[in-house]
């Protein structure tokens, strides 16, 4: 088993940023591809963005390019989001996501979900 511990939201004004944190634990072993989501009530997730193992491939949804930057420390096993130039419409619970797979990964069917952390945006 894998968990997933988000922290980092809160509440900011429209054009600064927060920097969002997932700790993994559980199976040492697991060397999976990690990314963002996030949901709004009313709303199905939204995938933000995800990293492979390595930090070779990252991909962001089009809304965040530009804005948002995915990383992840294996040694501290965390994954980051910063955040930066933060506008009322990223108000969302942002959720935590794992799989060995990339694509399921990507697709929001992966195995694993933290418990997600609400960033609100005043304008």
């Known amino acids: 088993q894998v968990q997933l511990v988000e922290s980092g939201g809160g509440l900011v004004q429209a054009g600064g940023s927060l920097i969002l944190s997932c700790v993994v634990s559980g199976r040492t072993d697991s060397r999976y591809p990690m990314g963002w989501f996030r949901q709004t009530p009313g709303k199905g997730r939204e995938f933000v963005a995800a990293i492979s193992y390595n930090g070779g491939t990252r991909t962001y949804t089009e809304s965040v390019k530009g804005r948002f930057t995915i990383t992840r420390d294996n040694g501290k096993r965390t994954l980051y989001l910063r955040m930066n130039n933060l506008k009322p419409t990223d108000t969302a619970v942002y959720y935590c996501?794992?799989?060995?797979?990339?694509?399921?990964?990507?697709?929001?069917?992966?195995?694993?979900w933290g418990q997600g952390t609400q960033v609100s945006v005043s304008s």
């Open positions: 996501h794992a799989d060995p797979e990339y694509a399921a990964l990507v697709a929001g069917t992966g195995s694993y």
